[in-house]
């Protein structure tokens, strides 16, 4: 068990009222890290210490956690960070193609991130939007039936800071470690935004209602 | 579970591939097959961790009732019921083959590495996959690599290409020592063992985890490499280090010890035992060991002697002079009832003390009126309602009654209590009740507890003795509620010692030396004329007499003085030493006479553990041909022409069983009124330690990977105090006495603003020998 | 002739749908009030006679689920909603809550309410952020209007609701890994028997259900069991979402009455994309076994799909035309079952291992028909040997796709590699991969 002195008192305080929505303190363990990633861009040695101190385990038993979940991750990751679905659905409805291309655009390879700290690329399993196959994650927003030619806009809209709103999500894209705080339980008021629902999610219901 | 439950387990019966066999209710499958002798195969199964159920070696099929699982089910997951019938890799082909894919399974990332493997020869997965495996691999595929091995500690190894994932590391490392330092970490193929890499697996216990890999995934640092299995001959032995008890098995190649494991004893250390048991033996086969006889010339060395030269040598230093025996706390029961007979006998003196440590009249009053007829034992703690450790640290001071009070509180939340003067690691673990004292202040402590009740346990460490009537008021708690009481010294020794009377007040059995006729009974089976009525003068007043001149010659026996006092050294050097010891130390540098004797794996002998059970062991190591302290002492007591008549272990314990033990009037005890703590100012505190059960003791010696997981010394103190001395957690303080100091970093600490806390004897905090004390003094604590 | 029920959908056209406004302007939370009124025994059991059974895939009856709490047991009682979705081809919960999340927090209050649970969880995937966006709206939103918290409603009923995201793990969706995942372990499955009705959450009586089946409580409260069991076939009551993926013209959601045949959604939905063919399907996610044209008609219920030879699941249908290699296909699923593997148990963790190498060489066009009978007995030494599911899913594509396609796997050795063109299959397959 280590300390919690890294963290400034503000972000202390936000740890303390993380722990305390749940009933038994462990619990809090996953939204501390999404919130350590929050802070650091990944799970630092600081954010396990400190989760160690904060929830009274060995930093042992914060590591063999965070090592279970893909969303925590070891090493920096990109301000943008690109995940290509290439799950079956997705990679023969054309993910294969947009991660070749996405690769190739930006010059980096699978869990890499760009020299500028701006994007990096992961390969994705099923995010639940099949029916808007091909999908890109970025920092965990949908952006849905995309084509190589549309992930080559988005790198480099990400590179020049100016990167496209995602399909079904706010108006403009947040940073990972913006959207690592929204993961923590910390609302950033933008649940206002976006669409309500895409196309195929509606599809039936127009059926239905062009029946009825 | 009351023990009355415990009588009424129902009984279940159920048939194993054709043989009924009935098991109390709760029972696994795999070990109801084990009672008909039906192997099934298994790596994660293990009978004191959880069911885990995840290596699934060890399907089999189950149906109850006529109705059958639909597929194989984990033997070792599954209680038994009523109407059971199981099929195991015996009848059934589906298990047979589920178990045959298992072991390929396990297989197909395995590096077959076991020409170059510690485990080769004694590996279950080696004899499983000779049982349950294929001949040739199917698998054409890559395997999975790793670094390896990488060290986890500086005493454990560990190689993940080995690993097969069954989690009994972890497991244990969780579950039975309540350190989850390792961890399954990442997920899928890539799982795999490993620690926070900034926190090694620095565990008192990590060893049992290399003893229960079921595959050489995880080995000690010292024994890598060095040995076969087929090549070592195994001896079952008793842990000579502490008084927990452990069984252990001794495994030795060619006179040389390479390894000892935990043994196995239900009622004591289960299967498990502590690292310093396990590594630290080296001691044994060191340089230092003495080979043959010395005697001081006059020119002022020791020199080799014969052992005719050597007797006739110590017994012209004792004969006709006034003596006294220093027996040390580890001694064998035999071996301290040889001490206890040649001091009487042979000396014609009750100047005997196996307490080589701070001691007190008071403790040696209740040793003799209190703890020789005290019973309390393992069984007591798992049945207690509450337990309450009064001058104790079970962790560092007796690691098994630490697992065995954390089993409790894992399984059913023993409340437990602590008088302390920090809320140690084994405290937070064991989730005590911390009752924070400063030194001197235990006895109100104590008098404050209430609600204990008749299945209440109280254990009180040798410590709790430093402090003036502290014992009283332990013995005044235990009373009141009739609640049971256990005393636990830290040294295997020393119940063992107590029970022979090698201590001033008592003959062996417990028997009085002021009862007349106790002294008739000891006697007569001596053969002696008479025994001494006196009292014998304990540790501390032989050793002023020896230094005042009152004394001529001391008989000493594995005695390190700076246990005893910073002046225990000096008071020697006036007096002729006769010092029976396996190794150069201090006190065979002032000696006269040095009598060499074997280390506990040369000799048989019997030490008996905290609860007085007898621990015995038969000599491991044939060839050294060194001889264990009573023989010698006999032979000794034959050249002072006062024989003693003990001339083997065996023949010693025979005359131990013979004599028996008394069933007079023990004498009664007599309270001692409380002391309190000293009064201090600013920059004083009130000094407390104990021993950390990793430190610079003398058997931990020349163990290096050991040494290196030992806990680091610094100085508790209060956040009051830090903040007087504007200190924080690592910064330095100096604490100092007139005679010498100590430069610590600190830990602020929830403890008492006038107290202060550091190891006793560890790396750069050694509190007798810079501090000249161990605790209750007065020292003062200066930013350094 | 519509065979469409958009209930749990009826409002997702409407730009505020997601808000407590947009829910309440078509009597949102009105059945909180109306089951507060009811003993919650009586709650069950109209669950219980309404014929919900889990929409997460397995089917198991709701009502009988929550009846399994024990009651005054004086023990703090949990339940758990799985928005883990993450099976392949499942594509249902995520739009729901994106769209309607207030729909699931009042069957939230209600099924507590039910189960005597003073606390409840959501335990949302991590990979959605503006969906948990949604959900801590709801949630706060509900709070503020006096639905969560202490004196529901003014009745006496305090409940916690607290939203927990996860991160990156697909068995987490398994509910004993989901239930050590919340309390702050690694999500690896546990041991049952204890059922998490006795020792679930903090080892306490615990629900677990699917976002689905407490969405479908509310309606099923204003609306009555009859309403509801009027709905689906005999033992396969109500309506569900059906999600059609792949290669269909108009891909989506579709709320239909359970038994609704493939056949019939996909003249729904357009058919198959324009000039291609159906070549095979999943019903309900990848770990249920394969279909073909074969099984149009197979009714889309947990009988009809069952005695057919694969399973219900997520009704997730994704749906796969001529131009796909079935190999590929089968050997991409294999290799998320072998990243998603938690590693608890040796026949998953190794041979999902096993099992990619040996797909990638058969796709390679590496090997020899001994090879696919060496594949099937490897896949027999993992399947029903596992800790749990998710190594029987892993074998479901495989064994699946070697009934019906056993050709195409000798094509691949036949020919010394794969037949196809990736580019074909693509969405964007004029463009190419421009």
Known sequence: MKSANSFSPEQLAIMDAIIARYPRSRSAIMPLLHYVQSISGYVTPEGIEAISAKLNIETAEVTAVSTFYTQYKSEPVGEYHVGVCINTLCAVMGGDAIYEAAKEHAGIGKDEVTSDGKVSLERIECNAACDYAPVVMVNWEFYDNQTPQSVRDLIDGARNGNPPAPTRGPKSLRTWKENSEVLAGLSDGLAGEGVQAGDPSLLGLKIARGNS | MTPEALTEVEMITVVIDGFEVTVPKGTLVIRAAEKLGIQIPRFCDHPLLSPAGACRQCLVDIEINGRAFPKPQASCTIPVENGMIVKTQLTSPVAEKAQKGIMELLLINHPLDCPVCDKGGECPLQNQAMSTGRSESRYEGVKRTFEKPVAISSQVLLDRERCVLCARCTRFSDQIAGDAFITLNERGALQQVGIYEKDPFESYFSGNTVQICPVGALTGASYRFRSRPFDLVSAPSACEHCASGCSLRTDIRRGKTLRRLAGEDAAVNEEWNCDKGRWAFKYISSKERIATPLVRGEDGELHDASWPEALAAAAAGLKGKRAGVLVGGRATVEDAYGYSKFARVALGTNDIDFRARAHSDEERDFLASVVTGLSTTYADIDKADQVVLLGFEPEDESPIVFLRLFKQVRKRGLPITTVATIASRGTKKLKAKFVPVVAGGESAAISAIADLTEKSVILIGERLGETHGALSSALALANKYNAKLAWIPRRSGERGSLEAGAIGNLLPGGRPVTDAAARVDVAAAWGATALPSEIGRSTSEMLSAANGGELDALVIAGVDPLDISASALTDLLNTFVVSLEIAHSAVTAVADVVLPVAAVTEKSGTFFDWEARPRSFEKAIEEAGTRSDVRILSMLADELGAPINLPSVAATAREITALGKWDGAKPSFTSVSGATSPAVNGDQAVLSSWRLLLDLGTLQSHEPNLAGTSRKASAHISADRAAALSVTDGDLVKISTERGSVVLPVVVDEIADAALWIPRNSEGSQAIATLGNVGGVVVSVVKA | ?434
């Open chain 3, 1 to 434: 002739m519509t065979q469409l029920t958009p209930v749990l959908s009826a409002h997702w056209d409407e730009k505020d749908s997601f808000t407590i406004e947009g829910y309440k302007r078509h009597g949102g939370y009105d059945a909180v009030g109306k089951a507060l009124e009811m003993e919650p025994d009586a709650v069950i059991q109209l669950i219980k006679d309404s014929g919900l059974r889990g929409r997460g895939g397995a089917g198991f009856p709701t009502g009988m689920k929550w009846g399994f709490i024990p009651q005054g047991d004086n023990k703090e009682h949990y339940l758990v909603v799985n928005a883990d979705e993450s099976e392949p081809g499942t594509c249902k919960d995520m739009p729901l809550l994106m769209a309607n999340p207030h729909v699931l927090v009042e069957g939230i209050i209600i099924a507590s309410y039910a189960i005597r649970a003073n606390y409840a969880f959501i335990y949302i995937r991590g990979e959605v952020a503006h969906v948990v966006r949604r959900l801590q709206q709801a949630i706060a939103d509900a709070y503020a209007a006096g639905h969560l918290g202490k004196n529901i409603h003014g009745k006496g009923f305090d409940l916690e609701l607290v939203l927990h995201v996860g991160a990156g793990a697909y068995i987490c969706g398994e509910e004993t890994a989901l239930l050590d995942s919340l309390e702050g372990f690694r999500g690896q499955p546990r041991l049952r028997p204890p059922f998490p009705a006795i020792a679930g959450l903090y080892a306490r009586p615990t629900v677990v259900n699917n976002v689905e089946s407490i969405a479908s409580v509310p309606s099923i409260v204003n609306n009555g069991a009859e309403w509801f069991s009027a709905m689906g076939t005999e033992k396969s009551k109500g309506f569900t979402l059906y999600s059609l993926s792949g290669h269909v013209a108009n891909p989506g959601q579709f709320e239909a009455p359970l038994g609704i045949t493939l056949r019939q959604l996909l003249e729904l939905a357009g058919g198959i994309r324009p000039g291609h063919q159906l070549k095979f399907w999943t019903p309900g996610g990848s770990s249920t076994p394969m279909f073909t044209a074969e099984h149009l008609d197979v009714a889309l219920d947990y009988e009809g799909v069952s005695a057919a030879g694969s399973m219900l699941g997520t009704k997730a249908l994704q749906i796969f035309d001529e131009t796909t290699c079935v190999l590929r296909a089968v050997l991409r699923w294999t290799e998320f079952y072998k990243h998603e593997s938690c590693g608890k148990c040796t026949p998953c963790r190794e041979g999902t291992w096993w099992l990619v190498q040996i797909l990638r060489d058969l796709e390679a066009g590496k090997g020899t028909e001994a090879d696919l009978d060496k594949l099937l007995d490897v896949v027999d030494n993992i399947a029903g040997r596992s800790f749990c599911a998710l190594a029987d899913g892993a074998a479901s594509p495989i064994i699946s796709s070697l009934k019906y396609f056993r050709g195409e796997y000798m094509q691949h050795l036949n020919n010394g590699g794969c037949p196809f063109d990736p580019i074909a299959s693509t969405k964007f397959e004029a463009a190419g991969s421009r």
